[in-house]
């Protein structure tokens, strides 16, 4: 079981905007520890989108944004395209587990 | 930038061990810590544990405590993932990806392209 919980799934149409949550707690998110969103195109490797919360790497269009507060972060994404569908995954480490935790995952449809 | 290439997939009998390598192209690999990240079919993404080249030292995720062997190789840039006593639920594709820490952050900036293996009678 996952520590970090995220809505299963999201859709919206074209050129709309969604917003995946992720929940966690006081060992993880809340605990002062950056939060990182991965994308997952179907059948390739993770890719880093965001990282320390709300930053892009080079070559991550600023359609994709991220945000925390408390026990949760927020990935949000605008201009929807086909090319967005994919599974997200957040991600952060845990003080209690000692160890790196990934969100549940949440699988976005472009409708 | 660093290129992470893995080694080919693997079938294994129940019970048995496996390897899987991740060699790094360019870019520097001691100071960075190498993870391990594994998927099970259908499923979403599983820490295994990460190794410091530089140090040597590795740490693991409790559930696979004891099971696990996170290496690293400086002398060829390659890390190395060993899981013993397979068993059906290890078959998954198995990342390794570079890991950046410090200040509270912890994130994978370069992923290898996975490794399937498959556990089966």
């Known amino acids: ?111 | 930038q660093v290129q992470l290439v893995q080694s080919g997939a693997e079938v294994k009998k129940p019970g048995s061990s496996v390897k899987v390598s991740c060699k790094a192209f360019g870019g520097t690999f001691t100071t960075y810590a190498i993870s391990w990240v594994r998927q099970a079919p259908g499923q979403g993404l599983e820490w295994m544990g990460r190794v410091i080249p530089m140090f040597g030292i590795a740490k693991y995720a409790q559930k696979l405590q004891g099971r696990v062997t996170i290496t690293a190789d400086k002398s060829t840039s390659t890390a190395y993932m060993d899981l013993s006593s397979l068993r059906s639920e290890d078959t998954a594709v198995y990342f390794c990806a570079r890991g950046i820490r410090g200040g509270g952050a912890y994130y994978f900036d370069q992923w290898g392209q996975g490794t399937l293996v498959t556990v089966s009678s």
């Open chain 1, 1 to 111: 079981q996952s520590v970090l919980t995220q809505p299963p799934s999201v859709s919206a149409a074209p050129r709309q905007k969604v917003t995946i949550s992720c929940s966690g707690s006081s060992s993880n998110i809340g605990n002062n520890n950056y939060v990182s969103w991965y994308q997952q195109l179907p059948g390739t490797a993770p890719k880093l989108l965001i990282y320390d919360n709300d930053k892009r790497p080079s070559g991550i269009p600023d359609r994709f944004s991220g945000s925390k507060s408390g026990t949760s972060a927020t990935l949000g994404i605008t201009g929807l395209q086909t090319g967005d569908e994919a599974d997200y995954y957040c991600g952060t480490w845990d003080n209690s587990l000692s160890a790196y935790v990934f969100g549940t995952g949440t699988k976005v449809t472009v409708l």
